[in-house]
């Protein structure tokens, strides 16, 4: 008796230790995470001066400018919003180790350069990702596609180039996207009459869905004749 009595609590301890290891490498990701941001990216107006890391009290980044956690005594990021800050700089990579964030507004700044091509693996649990009013450029990645839990994905008043992944279409929880003044062209995503035509405005040469037909595309109205 004595003995299984011992086996129990020894696995009971072992279970709390990793339980408790799970849940501090959680918030030390976290803390990373935003460590990792800040380094990143210029500060020129030092917005970020709350972003003290001295501090080790439990759910202290959640007090910092633009943080919300998903308890204000938890480290544990559930949005960024730091839109509107004169921010300078690449897409933060750092931002993976943010592993439960599920909104990212980094709007109106000066980012520059293109996105990750894996940022699926960055921003995976996102519903909500805006990017507009930056200085982003080059392709848009395919593996946003994956993100499949994207409700809203903004990425207009940018320089991205070339064409929108026609994959971006299976994004079947997407309720608001704009990709409008930038400098793409050819065939737009499907993603049926949620759209509209002026998410698409102020590019090269888009068509498709709610804009004009693509060259070659056959008619809505066009019969087979047999």
């Keep these: 008796m004595t003995t299984e009595w011992n086996h129990v609590t020894v696995i009971s301890v072992c279970l709390y230790i990793l339980i408790s290891i799970a ?4 918030v030390e990701s976290d803390i990373n995470c935003l460590k990792s941001v800040k380094a990143s990216l210029r500060d020129p107006e030092n917005l970020l001066s709350s972003w003290d890391f001295s501090n080790s009290t439990e ?7 633009g943080i919300e956690c998903w308890h204000p005594d938890e480290s544990k990021v559930l949005n960024i919003h730091l839109s509107d800050m004169g921010l300078i700089g690449g897409f933060p990579v750092g931002l993976k180790n943010c592993t439960s964030m599920t909104g990212l507004d980094l709007s109106n700044n000066r980012l520059n350069g293109p996105l990750p091509t894996n940022m699926t693996d960055i921003v995976h649990f996102l519903t909500t990702l805006d990017l507009s009013s930056n200085n982003l450029s080059g392709e848009i990645p395919v593996s946003i596609s994956n993100i499949s839990f994207l409700n809203v994905l903004k990425l207009d008043n940018n320089r991205f180039t070339g064409r929108i992944p026609y994959e971006l279409g299976g994004l079947s929880r997407i309720k608001e996207f704009n990709v409008s003044n930038n400098l793409l062209s050819g065939p737009v995503p499907n993603f049926g009459p949620n759209i509209k035509a002026d998410s698409y405005a102020g590019n090269l040469d888009l068509c498709g869905g709610p804009l004009q037909r693509c060259e070659g595309e056959p008619s809505k109205t066009s019969t087979v004749v047999k």
Excluded: S, Y
């Design 59 to 65: 759910g202290f980044i959640c007090r910092f400018t």
């Design 23 to 26: 849940c501090n490498n959680a």
